[in-house]
């Protein structure tokens, strides 16, 4: 059964970083696209960034350079580097993965991230 856990959430100060880890268990992890996605309250799930086994990343226009998505494929993990943190980016932060950009087979439980003073 495949299983993504994310971990590494929390309160921050506007302006400071965090660092979102995602573990993959029991998936063929460099034959997925590993992205993380962000829900914030009473808002749609939006998508944030992902990353190929190759290295390439790809992100949403509002991460702006401040999100940075790297992957371990072999100890099958993703993380996502946040820096600059902004109040508008308090969410749940999800890891998903998927063998095609935009439709995406397996979700982690998520992570709260919330940023503020």
């Known amino acids: 059964q495949v299983q993504l856990v994310e971990s590494g959430g929390g309160l921050v100060q506007p302006g400071g970083s965090l660092r979102l880890s995602c573990a993959a268990s029991s998936l063929t992890f460099g034959s997925y696209i590993m992205a993380w996605f962000r829900q914030a309250p009473g808002k749609e799930r939006e998508f944030v960034g992902c990353?190929?086994?190759?290295?390439?990343?790809y992100y949403a226009n509002f991460v702006e350079g401040r999100f940075t998505i790297s992957r371990d494929n072999v100890k099958n993990t993703v993380s996502l580097q946040m820096n600059t943190l902004r109040p508008d980016d308090t969410a749940v932060y999800y890891c998903a993965a998927g063998t095609v950009h935009g439709k995406y087979d397996y979700w982690g439980q998520g992570t709260q991230v919330t940023v503020s003073s």
């Open positions: 990353g190929w086994r190759s290295g390439t990343t």
